[in-house]
């Protein structure tokens, strides 16, 4: 996902007026992926807020020395939903890629039952399936697949719960009322 | 994981551009550090931090992007994402099968063979991944990845 330009920054500027004006933006960015992120079967839009939370962890620890603690703190939360997002991703990565695998193991047997099958025959014996090699394989890859999903279920509902804990808590302020300088600016003489 | 290092520019009375070249020295310096743990397959942390340093280091990178000349600034964050993305593909793998393993462990015995058999072709994979990772750290060092970083802080620096 593309971060969303920042307009306005000076090179010569301040760093502090510059870094606020990123967080800003990046802040924007996050809270954008809501409510379609909620939605348990919006996976692109879940992986974007996972990014976006990314993106604006990096800018609060950066930042600290410039905020104080309220960047600290931000950035401590931020990184708790980037990880439970991280956590759902892994299982929308892991899900199509066990599929596959049991998909390429189907193939193979198949082909070895084909191959199996006396020359000339007219149909398939069903028998000759139960010789499939690799018969033994796919009660673990289901049940790999009945757990992630249920996973991906469980941490959803817990990523839920997490922002609306978050919202009822007022966090949108409390992290931009936390872009204030750490102390006061030195005055150039 | 290596914590990431304090970047001394980042100050209430610095510009943006001071803490841009001050930012991108010491994520560059950070990455190049794990060069050498990162392509040893025994030390699985060795790429995880790489990996996390290149983040941070791209991070940086687009954080400050307007202090940068943007052409060296563009062909430098590229590099960094590829390298990003193969450390991936070698990292990856290793927290999947962590996973799995998790989940085998919870099966009966005769349940377990075809997560086994996963694991195993993911391991090939993260051969390759490995081979692809020492190629493109070979490319970057021939390529000056590090010298061009540096310069970069430098022309950040200039204005």
């Known amino acids: ?189 | 994981m290596a914590s990431a290092r304090d970047i001394p520019g980042i100050t209430l009375d610095a510009t943006f551009r001071e803490a841009a070249a001050s930012a991108v020295e010491v994520r560059a310096d950070e990455v190049f550090s794990f060069r050498d743990r990162a392509l040893d397959t025994g030390d699985i942390e060795g790429v995880h931090d790489m990996r996390v340093a290149t983040r941070r280091l791209r991070a940086v990178m687009e954080i400050f992007a307007v202090c940068f000349p943007k052409q060296q600034h563009r062909r430098a964050l590229r590099e960094v994402k590829e390298l990003a993305d193969v450390l991936g593909e070698r990292r990856d793998p290793d927290v999947m099968i962590a996973g799995l393993e998790k989940v085998a462990q919870g099966l009966a015995a005769a349940d377990r063979t075809g997560i086994r058999g996963l694991e195993e072709s993911l391991r090939e994979e993260q051969a390759g991944a490995n081979e692809r990772l020492a190629a493109m750290l070979d490319r970057i060092e021939r390529d000056r990845l590090r010298e061009r970083l540096i310069a970069l802080a430098v022309e950040a620096r200039l204005g």
């Open chain 1, 1 to 189: 996902m593309k971060a969303r330009k920042v307009k306005g920054l000076d090179p010569d500027g301040p760093l502090v007026d510059n870094m606020r004006r990123v967080i800003v933006v990046r802040i924007d960015e996050l809270f954008g992926f809501v409510p379609a992120a909620l939605d348990p079967a919006n996976v692109e839009d879940a992986h974007n807020m996972r990014i976006a939370a990314k993106r604006l962890r990096y800018l609060l620890e950066l930042s600290e020395p410039l905020f104080g603690s309220g960047a600290k703190k931000g950035a401590k939360v931020v990184k708790g939903l980037q990880d439970t997002l991280g956590e759902i991703h892994d299982c929308d990565e892991l899900l199509p890629l066990v599929d596959g695998f049991v998909g390429g193991l189907r193939a193979e047997d198949a082909a070895a039952v084909v191959a199996s099958a006396p020359p000339g025959a007219e149909d398939l014996d069903p028998a000759l399936s139960k010789d499939a090699p690799h018969r033994s394989r796919y009660r673990g890859l289901e049940l790999l697949m009945v757990h992630t999903r249920a996973r991906r279920e469980l941490l959803h509902a817990r990523f839920v719960q997490e922002w609306q804990a978050l919202e009822e808590r007022g966090f949108r302020d409390e992290l931009e009322s936390a872009l204030q300088p750490a102390e006061p600016v030195p005055q150039a003489e």
